[in-house]
């Protein structure tokens, strides 16, 4: 492999790294508008996050399709391959958190303003926790920093633990009042997807991980969402 | 390209599709599990599905891993490009369509004995329209028979409008017995799993599409679920 090669092949990296950041980006507006959009019962809003959908979409497959082309041109092996396919995987995830936060923006158009306000504490917690893992990872992919990726790793527990608490809530909520059910299914499922846009953020801290190490994190996953294990008799 | 190139991608690919039936087959066995132990409300079934999971995650990495070398070693290009690529997310979905029948599995075991039966009857049409779709797209991929995943690709909406009635169905009934909406919540949940898996199958549908023609299915895409923009008053 001689120098040429060697600065093409860096310079693709980078140029696969900058598109990630530009869909992290993206992905981290959507994430935060979807939340304000709920906090602020803001459809206006909400119809700017589902906008924002087809830009990571398409991200997704110009990351894929760049990350494909370099495979095929450089034939990369050892940690170079692992950085390509480290790519694919997060603009993937990336990807997917887009259509989560996207699925919540649709649910502030069908709630409209029926939003209890206390309920919307929990949300709110869990979308910054969501948010700041999301900004640390993707800050710990462009620095392939695999300390910080692990921080954000360990730290999965505590969205899982607000899920926790607030579906709970929820259902007691509902129980108790029976004209919030409507809505307050609605909000089950953003508390859902916001627990899951954090589940992504730990698959990315597992990437840059790989990426660096090689290996998989094999310690047991910190998982600790109960709600779908939660006795129906509430 | 000389003739034992040829062959040696074709066996290549014979190898990826191969695998990809073996993943196929196990999302199904996931999927009808998980529905038969719902049905039957047998959590000992769920366990076995919750067992499988990680033989999905594998075959996932493990295809993710053959097509990578494949694509580094033959350096494929324009259709036997596609086929790769096309393996890659196929097995991508499959993997998909596993965790959302383990989070299933899940919640018949935090369901216990408390289905009311009646809501079945929505999720068993929903759970065995999920499994024709994905056995006829698995087919199609095999085959690569585009006219076949099309019939897929259009057959989408008759998931939805099934998850949207059991979504009324079911908010309907949290209403009228408080006590019910525990078990209730479970199963807008398992529902919404179903449409997911559904959708799943619509996204091989479109990868077959990709793969033989070249081209991305520009229709627009039949999307009938409606439950996330279902007024809350409801």
Not at 11 to 29: H, P
Not at 83 to 112: H, P, S, W, Y
């Amino acid at each position: 492999v001689n120098e040429h090669t060697i600065t093409a092949f860096d310079a693709d990296l980078r140029n696969l790294t900058r598109m990630i950041s530009e869909q992290g980006g993206v992905a981290e507006k959507m994430v935060a508008d979807s939340t304000e959009a709920l906090s602020r019962r803001d459809p206006g809003l909400a119809c700017r996050v589902l906008s924002m959908d087809a830009t990571i979409d398409l991200l997704q497959r110009e990351i894929e399709d760049a990350a494909i082309v370099v495979i095929a041109k450089r034939q990369p092996v050892a940690s170079d391959l692992r950085e390509v396919i480290g790519a694919i995987r997060v603009a993937n995830d990336l990807e997917r958190i887009g259509d989560l936060a996207n699925n919540n923006a649709k649910r502030v158009i069908a709630l409209g303003g029926v939003v209890p306000v206390a309920r919307m504490t929990g949300l709110d917690a869990m979308s910054l926790l969501a948010l700041s893992r999301l900004k640390s990872v993707l800050t710990a992919f462009v620095q392939r920093d695999v300390a910080a990726a692990i921080v954000v790793w360990r730290s999965d527990g505590e969205i899982d633990a607000l899920h926790n608490s607030l579906f709970r809530e929820l259902i007691t909520y509902m129980m108790e009042d029976p004209r919030s059910i409507g809505a307050s299914a609605h909000l089950l499922f953003c508390a859902k997807n916001l627990e899951r846009i954090g589940d992504h953020a730990t698959n990315i801290a597992e990437t840059v991980h790989y990426v660096v190490t090689g290996n998989i994190l094999t310690e047991e996953r910190p998982k600790l969402d109960t709600t779908s294990v939660m006795p129906a008799e509430g």
